[in-house]
């Protein structure tokens, strides 16, 4: 891709680390004020540096509203190097004439991959098997942490979206019974050839051993996975969440732990991630962190694969000159009827 810069260049900022190949691409064409570091840059840090800027872009930690967007009034375009946008305010962007753009393909297969390893994970007590070698507490064979092998079991999916049927494929391999739910069913034919069966939600919850969550956060998926949804799954049952942390109620699922009502729980996800949530709990609850022997976490690793994080960026860097250009940018969101003037050509 071949840009020509106009009489000034642009200003554009990413918030956080990139590889350097991203970098080097933007700062051909564009002034570049990069995050060298490995930490989020605060909310307030962002917006400062945002200022005269004319792209942004943005991941996970960052949260973008009409107040942020008052204070930036020369940004044209917000490429995000993630999927899921909850924490952007779409109509705010489109009022102020700002795309929006995902990277809506590439974190599919690592976030199906890594849910299968937390199914393997919880389900076989390999971090308590871990730490009982590691504190010198094996001797040898005995009949101990015996769990739940995904082999035979009955695997209920929570959505059929991209990663619901990535998680469906990777679980051929497997002798299990696969469930769905999703208010919109797949055809016959996908169904068929992923194995899978749509059942109405009660039925999943009674007969899955791992309940698995591949759902977006929407309001009306919000604290899907509440008291009432832990009473009806099966007894001992695993939980497992790499989607969004506010689908769960976190304080529900350390209830149901500590009842012995719910087997376990792994989670990449966590609700203190949900920026745009003003009532968002600020931490994990501290009774999930002392369950050990019952849940498994990892700290939103889904598209942490080196490979594919610098392919994210890379296209995100590419929707973000596209947009410079006066072009309609890959991954766009929203739809400007009279986007502004282009700075690239």
């Known amino acids: 891709m071949q840009f020509n810069r106009g009489p000034a260049r642009p200003k554009v900022v990413l918030s956080s680390w990139v ?14 004020v990069a995050n060298e570091t490995r930490e989020a840059l605060a909310r307030e840090e962002v917006m400062r540096r945002c200022r005269d800027a004319h792209g942004l872009m943005a991941f996970m930690t960052d949260h973008v509203d009409d107040a942020f967007l008052a204070q930036c009034p020369e940004l044209r375009v917000i490429a995000c190097a993630l999927k ?5 305010d779409l109509v705010a962007c489109s009022r102020r004439k700002v795309w929006l753009t995902i990277v809506p393909d590439l974190l599919t297969a690592p976030t199906a991959e890594l849910t299968i390893g937390l199914m393997i994970g919880l389900g076989r007590n390999i971090m308590a098997g871990d730490r009982l070698v590691r504190t010198g507490g094996f001797r040898g064979w005995r009949p101990v942490l015996y769990g739940q092998g995904i082999d035979g079991s009955t695997v209920g999916l929570f959505g ?3 990663v619901g049927k990535a998680v469906a494929r990777r679980l051929a391999g497997f002798r299990a019974t696969l469930l769905y739910s999703d208010s919109a069913p797949l055809s016959p034919d996908q169904e068929d050839a992923l194995r899978l069966q749509r059942v109405a939600r009660d039925e999943l919850l009674a007969r899955s051993d791992f309940v698995v969550l591949c759902l977006p956060l929407a309001p009306q998926t919000r604290h899907l996975v509440d008291r009432n949804f832990l009473a ?5 049952a695993l939980l497992v969440n790499t989607a969004r942390g506010s689908l769960v109620d976190e304080a529900a699922v350390a209830d149901a732990l500590e009842r012995g009502a ?28 002392s369950a050990a022997e019952k849940t498994l976490f990892t700290p939103h690793l889904g598209s942490a694969v080196d490979r594919v994080r610098r392919e994210i960026a890379l296209q995100a860097a590419t929707s973000l000159l596209e947009a410079l250009c006066g072009e309609t940018p890959s991954g766009a969101v929203n739809a400007l009827p009279e986007p502004r003037s282009a700075l690239l050509s």
Do not use: Q
């Open 19 to 32: 590889h350097p190949e991203v970098v080097s691409l933007l700062e051909r064409h564009c002034s570049v």
């Open 84 to 88: 899921g946008y909850d924490n952007f």
């Open 160 to 162: 059929a979206g991209a």
């Open 232 to 236: 009806r799954m099966k007894p001992g």
């Open 262 to 289: 719910l087997g376990g729980y792994a989670a990449d996800t966590f609700a203190m991630e949900d920026w745009a949530l003003a009532d968002r709990p600020l931490d994990i609850d501290g009774r999930l962190r």
